[in-house]
């Protein structure tokens, strides 16, 4: 404890009135009230001409602040700049944080509601062609004729376009497809739709829940031609936006 905190206290040797400037009843150096001479010299054990410095550790009345808090602040204050974390490393630590949560929030995005498929079969060409990245909203299954979808066929997942959906009569014959006995008419489909000799047996009817899927290539693509009226349920969801290989 430094003297210099305390005024001096009367008949205390050990205290000199003069020392440091103060006077009975002086309030104690700036962040300190001021509190009456007697309880000063009772405080400071003063009887007559002797004095002691107070019990050990605080020791102070409760109205007084704790030394050594006080001290370790002023401690803080003062240390010199270089001990100090730079400005810089503060700033790229909250960038660091920031980039964390935004990597962290997209994996879970992307985990959960959206998909990433990189295509590899030219089933869909030119649609969706070979080394295209799609992706794919995985909650949406509620599908429209010329709906672009993902599915499962033999392990491997493959986008086709639902070309009819439940309740619908679906046949091919040699005018090619046709939707409840009307002949359909696709824009950006290029080659003639045909059966496939070992393919499902035409007409067939859609039940509740299922989907009649192609591919824009139609000759050569594994399809419902193959495997017949697909679950929506089952599979992986629509197809939101294609992104070209050349564009990435």
């Not at 997942?157 to 091919?172: F, K």
Request: glycine residues 10%.
């Amino acid at each position: 404890m430094d003297r210099n905190y305390w005024p001096s206290v009367p008949n205390c040797p050990s205290y000199p009135s003069t020392a440091y400037g103060y006077q009975p009843n002086d309030r104690l150096p700036g962040f300190l009230p001021a509190f009456p001479v007697e309880s000063q010299a009772s405080y400071f054990g003063c009887t007559g001409t002797a004095c002691e410095y107070p019990p050990d550790g605080d020791g102070l009345p409760d109205f007084l602040p704790d030394f050594a808090l006080l001290a370790r602040q002023d401690d803080r204050e003062n240390l010199p700049e270089r001990t100090k974390e730079p400005s810089v490393w503060r700033e790229l630590r909250s960038l660091g944080i920031k980039i964390g949560v935004i990597v962290g929030v997209a994996l879970l995005l992307f985990t959960l509601v959206y998909g990433l498929h990189y295509n590899l079969d030219p089933g869909m060409n030119p649609s969706v062609k070979d080394g295209d990245l799609v992706i794919f909203y995985r909650w949406d299954k509620k599908y429209h004729a010329g709906d672009l979808i993902l599915l499962t066929f033999q392990r491997k997942n493959q986008v086709r376009r639902v070309v009819a959906t439940a309740g619908d009569t679906i046949d091919i014959t040699e005018e090619g497809l046709m939707v409840n006995g009307a002949l359909q008419q696709e824009p950006g489909i290029s080659q003639k739709t045909q059966r496939y000799e070992n393919g499902i047996a035409f007409p067939i009817t859609l039940g509740e829940g299922q989907v009649f899927v192609l591919g824009d290539a139609r000759e050569g693509a594994a399809d419902s031609r193959i495997y017949g009226p697909v679950n929506a349920k089952d599979t992986r969801g629509s197809v939101i936006a294609i992104l070209r290989r050349r564009n990435l």
